[in-house]
């Protein structure tokens, strides 16, 4: 199970690290996929004029750097499980068919009950 953790974790850090690098360097095209439906067209374009989009590809690198780096995973995911929230929601509810995200949720609800001795707190009554 260890070794798995590991693999999950590397994966989606790389995955978030080089898309959070990738939005500031421009390393490689990321066309607007076709076939949008216009409410996620003009959510996009607001996300990205409005300069929100920057602070989220912020907040991917420094969590994806977390997780490749293997240190403070729980800060990483705590950084990382909003987005991933916002990109199934956007999915389902604005382009209605699920895609990447369910595979991100996924990586996420495996990696936080793999770490659920930092989490666990979360899950008591006070």
Do not use: C, W
């Not at 690098?21 to 490689?28: A, G, T």
């Not at 990321?30 to 602070?55: F, R």
């Not at 499980?81 to 209605?96: A, S, T």
């Amino acid at each position: 199970m260890k070794y798995v953790t590991i693999v999950v974790r590397s994966l989606l850090g790389l995955m978030f690290f080089v898309l959070g690098l990738n939005h500031f360097l421009k390393f490689f095209a990321q066309p607007m996929p076709e076939g949008l439906p216009p409410d996620a067209l003009a959510y996009t374009k607001l996300l990205g004029d409005s300069g929100i989009m920057d602070v989220v590809k912020v907040l991917e690198l420094v969590g994806g750097l977390l997780l490749l780096v293997g240190k403070f995973v729980p800060l990483g995911l705590t950084l990382l499980m909003p987005v991933i929230v916002n990109i199934l929601l956007y999915e389902i509810f604005l382009v209605h068919k699920p895609g990447v995200a369910v595979a991100l949720t996924a990586m996420g609800v495996f990696l936080i009950v793999s770490y659920r001795s930092t989490f666990g707190p979360f899950f008591t009554k006070p």
